[in-house]
């Protein structure tokens, strides 16, 4: 066969191929174009979800410097029950700091949902459950069970926070005068150290 043949033959070939598959090409690409459309969708549905979070937040601040307290409240946690990485975790962190809410078992409730967040990567994780632990200390000292079922996943683990965690679960033993508790915890320091 000579190239003019061949190259006479390509396109026929193309168009064949083309007309035999005509319902695959379209549904490949409707396909795509949904796959497209919907990821593009997606981004901007999350981004306005970020921005609404965003001047919620700030609306909240607004709100309780104006000492609508109540009103604040509602918004905060409403960013709370998004579940957003960052803002429910700045609005527990308002909510305390500002003594938005006094209930503690409240507040516990909303470290455990921020704990549920599955977008929190797991180092900030174990802040947050540092900060549960010295949130508990504060506010219900007598609470052993819960405070060693916050700090026992910190403990248990590589992360960065966990001298601090067994520190912290260490100097709390030692307050209630119970040495021996203390001193296993030590030994788990001891033994980080040495590693």
């Known amino acids: 066969m000579s190239k003019d043949t061949l190259n006479s033959h390509l396109p026929n070939k193309i168009i064949y191929l083309i007309k035999n598959n005509l319902k695959l090409l379209v549904t490949l690409l409707i396909v795509i ?21 965003s001047n919620n937040y700030t609306k909240s601040s607004i709100l309780f410097k104006q000492n609508k307290i109540i009103e604040s409240k509602i918004l905060l946690e409403d960013i709370i029950k998004a579940e957003h990485k960052f803002y429910s975790v700045l609005a527990l962190y308002f909510l305390i700091d500002n003594s938005v809410e006094p209930d503690s078992k409240k507040i516990i409730t909303y470290f455990d949902q921020i704990l549920d967040i599955t977008s929190i990567d797991k180092e900030s994780l174990n802040l947050i459950r540092i900060k549960k632990a010295i949130y508990i200390l504060d506010k219900k000292k007598d609470d052993e069970q819960l405070i060693i079922t916050t700090l026992n996943p910190v403990i248990n683990s590589k992360s960065v926070w966990r001298n601090i965690a067994i520190t912290l679960i260490s100097d709390y033993f030692f307050s209630k005068d119970q040495k021996e508790k203390a001193n296993e915890y030590i030994k788990l320091l001891n033994n980080t150290s040495v590693r």
């Open 33 to 53: 174009a949904v796959i497209l459309f919907g990821s593009i969708y997606y981004k901007n549905l999350y981004k306005s979800k970020v921005i609404k979070l």
